[in-house]
Antibody, heavy 119, light 110 residues
Framework: QVQLVQSGAEVKKPGASVKVSCRAS????????LHWVRQAPGQGLEWMGLINPGGGTTIYAQNFQGRVTMTRDTSTSTAYMELSSLRSEDMAVYYCTRDHYGDYLFDYWGQGTLVTVSS | QSALTQPASVSGSPGQSITISCTGT?????????VSWYQQHPGKAPKLVIY???NRPSGVSNRFSGSKSGNTASLTISGLQAEDEADYYCSSYTSSNTRVFGGGTKLTVL
C-alpha cells in the first residue's frame, strides 16, 4: 500500500536550518511529484513547493524562495525539504504529499513532522 | 500567490446540507478545472474528498459533491453527519504551475 513516512519532530533555534525527510513506498517514486505543505498551529494549509523525483526539478512558492531547498534520493525513494534561517513563524507541522503528473490532486499524505522554533 | 478565499466557519444540523465556497481568480480557480477539496480532522493529515472540481475518489461518500462557477468553486455536503465535523480546504492549480490552498473552513455539526 502507498505510504509516505516522515522523519520525527525537530526543535531548532532561530536562525538554524531544519531538514525533514519523506520516505515513499508502495508506488513508483519517480512517477509522482512530491509536494511539501505546512500548517502553523491553529492555521490553514500553506503550499511550499514541489519536486519532480524523476528529474529533480523543483518549483517553490514565492514566500519560500531563497530559504527552501527540496531534494530527493531515488535510491531510497526519499524526498527532503530543508528550510533555512528559521524564525518563530516557521513553527508548524510540515507534510509531504504526492501528486501524479497531470492529476493536480494530493491523494496520499505523510503523517506530518512538527518543527518547533524556540530559543 | 494569495490564498483562496473561504468562509471561516459554517454550521448545520444533522441531515441538513451545507455549502462551502472557495473564491480565487482567473489565474487559478477560474482558469482550470483542477480544484480539489480536503477534509482535516484535528491532529490528522488532510484527506482528499473531491478532485477536478466535482469528482469523488473511491471510498468517499456520495454525500460530498463539488461544482464551480467562474472564479468560485463550491463543496456541498448533504445529509450532514456528526463525523463530517472537520476543517475543509480547497486547493487549485495555478497559471504559475504552483498550487494554492484556501484559508480553510471549520464545519460544525450542531
Amino acid at each position: 500500500q502507498v505510504q509516505l513516512v516522515q522523519s520525527g519532530a525537530e526543535v531548532k533555534k532561530p536562525g538554524a536550518s531544519v531538514k525533514v525527510s519523506c520516505r515513499a513506498s508502495g508506488y513508483t517514486f519517480t512517477s509522482y511529484y512530491l509536494h511539501w505543505v505546512r500548517q502553523a498551529p491553529g492555521q490553514g494549509l500553506e503550499w511550499m513547493g514541489l519536486i519532480n523525483p524523476g528529474g529533480g526539478t523543483t518549483i517553490y512558492a514565492q514566500n519560500f524562495q531563497g530559504r527552501v531547498t527540496m531534494t530527493r534520493d531515488t535510491s531510497t525513494s526519499t524526498a527532503y525539504m530543508e528550510l533555512s534561517s528559521l524564525r518563530s513563524e516557521d513553527m508548524a507541522v510540515y507534510y509531504c504529499t504526492r501528486d501524479h503528473y497531470g492529476d493536480y490532486l494530493f491523494d496520499y499524505w505523510g503523517q506530518g513532522t512538527l518543527v518547533t522554533v524556540s530559543s | 500567490q494569495s490564498a483562496l478565499t473561504q468562509p471561516a466557519s459554517v454550521s448545520g444540523s444533522p441531515g441538513q446540507s451545507i455549502t462551502i465556497s472557495c473564491t480565487g481568480t482567473s489565474s487559478d480557480v477560474g482558469g482550470y478545472n483542477y480544484v480539489s477539496w480536503y477534509q482535516q480532522h484535528p491532529g490528522k493529515a488532510p484527506k482528499l474528498v473531491i478532485y477536478d472540481v466535482s469528482n469523488r475518489p473511491s471510498g468517499v461518500s456520495n454525500r460530498f459533491s463539488g461544482s464551480k462557477s467562474g472564479n468560485t468553486a463550491s463543496l456541498t455536503i448533504s445529509g450532514l453527519q456528526a463525523e463530517d465535523e472537520a476543517d475543509y480546504y480547497c486547493s487549485s492549480y495555478t497559471s504559475s504551475n504552483t498550487r494554492v490552498f484556501g484559508g480553510g473552513t471549520k464545519l460544525t455539526v450542531l
